[in-house]
């Protein structure tokens, strides 16, 4: 199993990044997908989601209206738009593919990629 991202990387405040996440090893569209975020000092915080159908998606309220997460199930592939970026939003952004079945969780995260956000 494996999930890479990839597209951090340093914006000037109001600037836009798009992180994707290639994901392999497990079947992708039964998949939850989940964006994280970890900011020195600061816990995990979960920034968007989206079901493996893509019928549900959420989003932290420091974000919304900002980012936008989406999928491709063809291409095994979730992507976190970010637009209007905010120093606050420097961190570590990891990717999360999640599945409760038959009682039982499986669980897989990403290395990260780190996303700064300064002039």
């Known amino acids: 199993v494996q999930l890479v991202e990839s597209g951090g990387g340093f914006v000037q405040p109001g600037g836009s990044l798009r992180l994707s996440c290639a994901a392999s090893g497990f079947t992708f569209s039964s998949f939850a997908m989940r964006w994280y975020r970890q900011a020195p000092g600061k816990e995990r915080e979960l920034v968007a989601s989206?079901?493996?159908?893509?019928?549900?998606?959420n989003y932290a309220n420091s974000v919304k209206g900002r980012f936008t997460i989406s999928r491709d199930n063809a291409k095994n592939t979730v992507y976190l738009q970010m637009n209007s970026l905010k120093p606050e939003d420097t961190a570590v952004y990891y990717c999360?593919?999640?599945?409760?079945?038959?009682?039982?969780?499986?669980?897989?995260w990403g290395r990260g990629t780190q996303v700064t956000v300064s002039s």
């Open positions: 999360n593919a999640f599945r409760r079945r038959f009682g039982n969780d499986d669980d897989y």
């Open positions: 989206m079901s493996s159908v893509g019928s549900s998606i």
